[in-house]
């Protein structure tokens, strides 16, 4: 099977400008969360869904939202961006409880 | 709420040497436990998870860990360590019911392996 993928790997945006990550979660997996890494805050939750619906969030801004399409795919955007938002974005998904999460290998984010 | 604290951001050992990372977690339900590494500029590896029965649970790459409810702790250990096993390690916990997909990660352990 293959693992759960990731596109762009790498991306360089301007403050203020907005950006969208996608993830392709593995086969038959529903379920697709997404994180933040940092080396100041380490691996914080951004968000969950399951089949098309987000089923939890994180403890950040509204600037960050995400969505779920019908084949489980993922993507999660960014608006107004901002230095801080420098991060490794990871995906990961799981089948099911208790949940083991197979992790993407992240797209590294630049703000400038 | 559910917490993770791993004790020691870095930890350097011998090749050949014991390895032992630090978890405590802290949770108001039972727990099911995981142990990520991370290799440099990749994502996270699912090294193995605790969710019920048997306390020892052993892992890829020779690793193993203990539950131990009495002392909320979930330490990684591999008896002899190789120069591959170089990375950072995360240990998790799952949320509560209702946000399981949810991890609570802690800090991260650097493990360095000296020749």
């Known amino acids: 099977k293959a693992g759960v993928t990731q596109t762009p790997r790498y991306l360089i945006k301007t403050r203020g400008q907005q950006v969208t990550l996608s993830c392709s979660p593995i086969?038959?997996?529903?379920?697709v969360s997404w994180y933040q890494q940092t080396p100041g805050q380490g691996l914080q939750f951004l968000f969950e869904?399951?089949?098309?619906?987000?089923?939890n969030k994180g403890n950040f801004p509204g600037r960050f939202s995400g969505r779920q399409f019908s084949n489980s795919r993922s993507e999660m955007n960014v608006s107004t961006l901002e230095l801080g938002d420098s991060a490794l974005y990871l995906c990961a998904s799981s089948f099911s409880f208790p949940y083991e999460q197979y992790f993407g290998p992240g797209t590294r984010l630049t703000v400038t | 709420a559910q917490s993770v604290t791993q004790l020691g951001s870095h930890v350097s050992v011998s090749e050949g040497a014991l390895v032992l990372l630090r978890c405590n977690y802290s949770s108001s339900v039972p727990p099911y436990l995981f142990w990520y590494v991370q290799y440099p500029n990749q994502g996270l590896q699912l090294l193995l998870k605790?969710?019920?029965?048997?306390?020892l649970v052993k892992g890829i790459n020779g690793f193993e860990a203990e539950f131990k409810k009495s002392e909320t702790s979930f330490h990684l250990t591999k008896p002899s360590a190789h120069m591959s096993d170089a990375a950072e390690y995360f240990c998790?916990?799952?949320?509560?019911?209702?946000?399981?997909?949810?991890?609570?990660f802690g800090k991260g352990t650097k493990l360095s392996v000296k020749p």
């Open positions: 086969s038959g997996h529903r379920s």
């Open positions: 998790a916990v799952s949320g509560e019911w209702g946000s399981q997909g949810n991890l609570i």
């Open positions: 605790y969710t019920t029965g048997a306390t």
């Open positions: 869904y399951f089949s098309e619906t987000q089923r």
